[in-house]
């Protein structure tokens, strides 16, 4: 860095409500030499409709490595370059993740213009615990894979966030429910800050026969809420697992057709229920 280095501005904006730009990120976009632009048509969208005539460029995940040096060097040369992504906080399942950390290795100044992020936004009304929290991004698009991946997440005790695509919410809340358990809490945003705002919280059986019940629930963009995992809970269920389990040999019904209603009524997986039954009977 030299004196008369420029600077690196990580621009918020809105993720579907214009009014939700910051006067600062219009000012700063203003302001910009260059808008290093994900996207330069979506971008130019939001500049026309704030009188903002600063010139492009397109950063995006195909081009941000060859791109990169090319920044840093009209940063050091002393311009002000403006990063914003289609919708949101850059960076966050969106490109400049190398633009930044290159411009921090070569000690460049790096402002951030804060704004909306889709998956606080979410979690800032769910209803579930905003302490401590994981952000987990996309799912894997492939159901194994995904399952594996909600697999290792199961003891997760912080509050868990994913994005999601309306092609795949309802596969990817029904994995939850497989893994996660049906009574597990979960929160469905969809369209946040827009027309058909909708943020619905239930356990996850319900949320599925819900949203299974209205098309119109699976059209938009997605952010979920998870409930972490709550050992206390666990323990007291597998309690009365263990009860029901243990009435129904009692009364003289197989471990088959025992494992079914326990899975049924405890909202556990069936091989769960299947394993503790015979563990019972010996
Ligand atoms: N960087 C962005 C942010 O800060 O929100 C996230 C970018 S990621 C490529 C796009 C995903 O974010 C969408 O598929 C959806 O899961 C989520 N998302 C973005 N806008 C949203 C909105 N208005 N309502 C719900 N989810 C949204």
């Known amino acids: 860095m030299t004196h008369n280095s420029g600077t690196l501005f990580i621009v918020s904006t809105p993720i579907g409500n214009l009014a939700d730009i910051s006067q600062r990120a219009i000012d700063t976009l203003k302001q910009a030499d260059i808008i290093a ?8 969208q939001l500049l026309s409709h704030f009188g903002i005539n600063t010139k492009q460029i397109a950063l995006h995940d195909h081009n941000e490595e060859k791109k990169v040096p090319h920044i840093i060097d009209s940063i050091c040369n002393g311009q002000t370059i403006a990063l914003v992504s ?37 979690l800032s009304v769910s209803g579930l615990p905003t302490d401590r929290f994981i952000y987990e ?3 894997p698009a492939k159901q194994g894979a995904r399952i594996k991946h909600l697999d290792s997440l199961t003891k997760e005790p912080r509050t868990l966030l994913f994005l999601e695509s309306s092609h795949r919410i309802v596969a990817s809340l029904k994995d939850m429910q497989v893994t996660f ?19 619905k919280k239930a356990p996850l059986t319900e949320l599925i026969a819900w949203i299974e019940t209205d098309p119109n629930q699976t059209k938009g963009e997605f952010v979920i809420v998870v409930d972490g995992f709550d050992k206390a809970v666990s323990d007291k269920s597998e309690v ?5 389990i243990k009435t129904l040999l009692e009364e003289g019904i197989g471990v088959k057709q025992t494992s079914t209603i326990a899975a049924k009524l405890t909202g556990k997986k069936k091989k769960e229920m299947y394993n ?7």
């Open 37 to 44: 632009a994900e996207d330069t048509r979506r971008t130019g």
């Open 86 to 122: 289609d919708a949101g906080t850059p960076l966050i399942n969106d490109p400049g993740f190398n633009l930044v950390r290159a411009a921090l290795e070569a000690n460049l100044i790096v402002v951030p213009v804060p704004g909306p992020c889709s998956p606080i936004v979410a």
């Open 137 to 139: 991004g996309f799912l």
């Open 181 to 199: 358990g049906e009574q597990r809490v979960a929160v469905v945003a969809r369209e946040l800050t827009k027309t058909f705002e909708t943020i």
């Open 240 to 244: 009365e697992a263990e009860n029901i």
């Open 276 to 282: 503790l039954a015979l563990e019972l009977i010996e």
